[in-house]
């Protein structure tokens, strides 16, 4: 096809064409004037000027026109091929991926302007190098560029297509394609969150924020816990008789043993939790949350399991533990996206047929279905034998602190966040009648409040195992 270069000269011949035309047509006017005057005019037109511009315009048109042939010819584009390497196809947020392009000229000619254009989601940032190559290939020969990625949000994203085009030595034409290729990247949400986690636990530090707290239930253990009277339906074995040879009573020797607890996250994917500034949205705060309660769980040997759900449950994984339990939560809430209404009752209901064991159900919603759908979902989680927890992040405290917001636009934020805050109280005070607690979280105390809610749950030795 023509390029921009060739379309415009192709058009300014057209032009020279049409104005010497019409140039030549007004010269036998001028002759019929000079008839009925009888004298000659002082001004007229040149049969130079008509000439002029029409052959420079014959010249312009052929010079864009008599050459495409000849490009299409040796503009093969078929021969060209373009093959995309990536160092990792699974990362987390806030990593590089190093793309590397090899483009093969597998035609029987050189090619001397060659241009490549790599595509990458809008989402991604190009940190070094460029994404771009103009060049010259020789006949079967190659050329390759590289650049490097950062991925600082999670989900699901596609590197490509790739955009090859050919043009002439003067610019005229271009020969366009786009090679669909696609390299799929998945990356899962930040690990910065535990590896400060770790930094804190390494200096001695995470006791003091939160405390240690293991849960410990009296039985039969390693540990010695301390000496009761003896009851008749108690085991002879337990017997410390070195007590009953001083005392001359019988008294049993009691042990404890460390147990786990069993953790149910219900994260609401609805569309109304992506409210809030870009790349910290409630949904992304949530999901930041549960990485980091899985994490713990995971360091602690407790189970942990997961449930996505707006209108209807989108993913579940049952309650488990080890390395392989945290990679698939991990890769679940990779792909997680906004979308939908939030029906909690449909997910509670879903959650109650497929789990078995009941324990601590941790709710990760922003409260923002409808009131009755919120309270009956709550009531038959309660009702089922689950102990309920809700963390709900408070919209207008994600959605105030934009700093392109002028005085009055966050006088008017604020004034909606109190009238929105007596909503929720409301809310509140309903949904402790069913024995759940509900916790309104903004960004600074959101990951804070999810880990007290897990190490008290875990003192109180919630959902046993």
Known sequence: MISRRGAFILSGGLFMISIGLALDGIVPVFDILILVMQQPLIYGISDIIVTYFLILGILMVIGTTFGYPIFRIQANTEGISVQRVLDKKKC????YIHVRITI?????????????FDAYPETMDLVLGENYLYTRINANSKAEFSYILRTPVRGLFNIGPTKVIIHDRLGFYEEETIKQDFDEVLVYPSYEDIKKLKTLGAKRQLGKMFGIHKTKLKGTGMEFWGIRDYFPEDAFRYIDWKAFSRTHKLQIREFETEKNIRVMV???TSQSMDQGLIRNTKLEFSIRAVVLLAHMAQERKDMIGLATFNSKVNTFIKPGHGTTQFNRILED???VAPSGPSYLTRAVQNLIMRTRGRGLLL???DLEGKKKDILDGIRKASAAGFDVIIISPFGPFFEIQNIRLGPTEKALGEAIAEEYYDIRTRLSRDIQRYRAGVISVGPDDFLISVINEYIEAKRRGIGLV
């Open 363 to 365: 709710i990760i919603s």
């Open 104 to 116: 093969h000229n597998k035609g029987p000619s050189a090619i001397d302007h060659l241009e490549i």
């Open 333 to 335: 809430l990779a792909y």
């Open 92 to 95: 987390f947020a806030g990593e």
């Open 266 to 268: 219900l994260l609401d």
